[in-house]
């Protein structure tokens, strides 16, 4: 389960673990908390090739999904 922030009106401010389609927690003084946007810590580096199209491109498939990755980014995909 992810871990969203929340913050309430008053200030109080806290990370929860919660599944998806629960609900927002309540504050101690019983006001609904807001869930704040935060930074991921997922980072995606670029390589010479593109994103992914370098790895993509492995013994086992036989090169299918790198011909399938290069057609869809030709595109605009």
């Given at each position: ?67 399938w990755a290069e057609n869809m980014a030709a595109e605009?995909?």
């Amino acid at each position: 389960m992810p871990i969203y922030e929340y913050q309430c009106e008053c200030g109080n401010e806290g990370e929860f673990i919660l599944p998806l389609n629960s609900r927002a927690p309540i504050c101690k003084c019983g006001k609904i908390m807001q869930r704040k946007l935060s930074v991921s810590s997922f980072v995606m580096k670029p390589t010479g090739n593109g994103m992914a199209l370098g790895t993509l491109n492995s013994g086992v498939t036989g090169g299918k999904r790198k011909e399938w990755a290069e057609n869809m980014a030709a595109e605009g995909l």
